[in-house]
């Protein structure tokens, strides 16, 4: 998920290949929750797979001669279908709280680790 700067709520879902596409069964679910959702696949994925009423990334990895550069592209914009006011608010007040946690994770792992093991507690 990605929450952009006016607000809006941007679900990428990536594929690994084909199969995965095609054996996941779950994201047309995922429409109702995001804005506009997205795939993203690399350069050799059949890209009529995709349906018309998702948006496109392609991913691409280029080899220089010290450094390996992964890139991205979008080919095509997600229609926009916006969500309802309370499910955004309860979406974007989700991901704050998900971001604060991860953040929190990072500059004081073992803080984290004793707030899991007082939640189990509980």
Known sequence: MALTP???LHC?????????????????DYRAWCDRLYFAVDQNFPRDLIPEECGLFIAHVTEGPSTIVPECAMIRESPLAKLAAARRKTLVQLFGHTAALRLMALEDPAMTASLRAARRVE
């Not at 990536?14 to 994201?27: A, E, H, N, Q, Y």
């Open 12 to 28: 990428i879902e990536i594929k690994s290949g084909v199969r995965d596409f095609l054996t996941d069964r779950k994201w047309p």
């Open 6 to 8: 006016d607000g809006l």
